[in-house]
């Protein structure tokens, strides 16, 4: 069984400040794949990365970082001098190769104010 | 148009209306899904079709019915709902259902209110 727990319920910052939120994942599959989405208040999820059980380098885009450790089980996602865009709903998702399935974590509610 | 499109945006119905929901995707894609995102909850994968075929069906009740007549095209047919049914449904397209390039892409998703 596949499962993901993102612990922080909701996060305020504010901004220019750093923020991390974390994603903790299950799975007996030994390849997977680990996914953060964006939800805004429109609703709709926007993909931000995809990264195989394979590939643990860290991932750096514009201001967010993903840092992938097997040996926790995590995918944390970190964006660095946060802004008022960036307040949404983000959501850490596990795929294993043995079904269709993205498993979603609840999500964290991160709001940004200025 | 681009991306995974969906109509309505919204759909206010009553427990005996008979309704569909409609999403199309404009990326070439070959699988396609129906999620289920109510308050509180986690999303909840409810079918997947893989090159038109229906390949998992999450023990939705058959008050959904799910329909992709071509790749680029599915649909929810909505009937005798219940008030729990109200939500936000999502489609979603990935190129592959499995294994690389499955990272899926969303649609704006229907609101749903069953009155």
């Known amino acids: 069984a596949q499962k993901v727990t993102q612990a922080q319920t909701e996060i305020s910052v504010v901004e220019k400040e750093d923020v991390t939120l974390d994603c903790v994942y299950e799975t007996r599959d030994t390849t997977y794949y680990l996914f953060w989405y964006k939800q805004p208040p429109s609703g709709e999820l926007v993909f931000l990365i995809r990264r195989n059980s394979f590939d643990e380098q860290n991932e750096i885009s514009g201001r967010y970082s993903w840092n992938f450790q097997k040996s926790t089980s995590s995918f944390n996602f970190t964006i660095t001098a946060s802004q008022v865009v960036d307040s949404a709903v983000y959501f850490c998702?596990?795929?294993?190769?043995?079904?269709?399935?993205?498993?979603f974590g609840k999500g964290t509610s991160l709001l940004v104010t200025p | 148009e681009t991306g995974v499109t969906q109509t309505p945006r919204h759909l206010v119905m009553g427990m005996t209306n008979k309704k569909s929901l409609k999403c199309e995707q404009h990326l070439g894609h070959n699988a396609m899904y129906w999620y289920k995102q109510s308050a509180k909850k986690p999303l909840e994968l409810m079918f997947v079709?893989?090159?038109?075929?229906?390949?998992e069906n999450n023990s939705v009740p058959s008050r959904f019915s799910p329909e992709c007549p071509n790749s680029s095209h599915l649909f929810l047919h909505l009937h005798t709902l219940q008030p729990e049914d109200s939500a936000l449904y999502l489609c979603?397209?990935?190129?592959?259902?499995?294994?690389?390039?499955?990272?899926?892409?969303f649609g704006p998703g229907t609101r749903l209110t069953v009155l």
């Open positions: 998702a596990l795929s294993a190769n043995s079904g269709y399935a993205l498993n």
């Open positions: 079709y893989n090159f038109k075929e229906q390949t």
């Open positions: 979603a397209s990935s190129r592959s259902a499995v294994g690389d390039y499955n990272e899926q892409f």
